[in-house]
């Protein structure tokens, strides 16, 4: 009786540690970077723009093609309140962004979608300085991304063509 209960107590603790290892072996970070440019994001024929008190709030949607870890382009709603009235140019006054959207490509080469949030804000400032600093939160992905989650921290300096991309990345 006394084997048969260790025996089973083994066979249980093996399998609890199988199950264990197979869980935690799904799910891998990956440190991610790169960078994205701008299609259509200055194309304000399509944005609206309404003023909010001495604000003006702007909202647009925008394609960002995407290279490094991530490849593919990313379909955001965005919306930004300007710290100063409508028709002033970019990076005049502060700015606030937020935005929703879906990025469509492969990551670390599994392909599918991710749905995004993205966060931030921009400030005036000189060409070589950093100029936007926003975050971008993985919140699900599909297809070979499904599960995905994570956080990739934006930056723009002032001059440049691209935002820059740094962060991590989990899948399954």
């Known amino acids: 009786m006394k084997k048969h209960l260790v025996m089973s ?27 994205y440019g701008i299609v259509d994001v200055y194309d304000l024929e399509h ?5 909010v008190g001495k604000f003006c709030q ?18 955001l709603h965005f919306w930004a309140l300007i710290h100063g009235p409508c028709g ?8 606030n962004y937020r935005a929703t959207g879906t990025f469509e490509g492969t990551v670390k080469d599994k392909e ?11 400030w005036p400032a000189d060409v070589g300085e950093q100029a936007v600093a926003s975050k971008i939160i993985i919140r699900s992905g599909t297809g070979g991304l499904e599960g995905a989650k994570g956080v990739l921290d934006v930056t723009y300096v002032m001059g440049d063509t691209v935002d820059s991309y740094a962060g991590h990345v989990t899948l399954r």
């Open 112 to 122: 599918g979608t991710l749905e995004l949030f993205y966060q931030g804000r921009g």
């Open 47 to 51: 944005a609206t723009a309404v003023p």
């Open 9 to 35: 107590t083994l066979v249980a603790v093996l399998v609890l540690i199988a199950v264990a290892s197979s869980a935690s072996a799904q799910a891998v970070m990956y440190r991610v970077s790169g960078e």
């Open 88 to 95: 002033a140019g970019f990076f005049e006054y502060k700015e």
């Open 58 to 75: 702007v909202e647009v949607d925008a394609a960002y093609p995407f290279t490094g870890d991530l490849v593919g382009t990313a379909n």
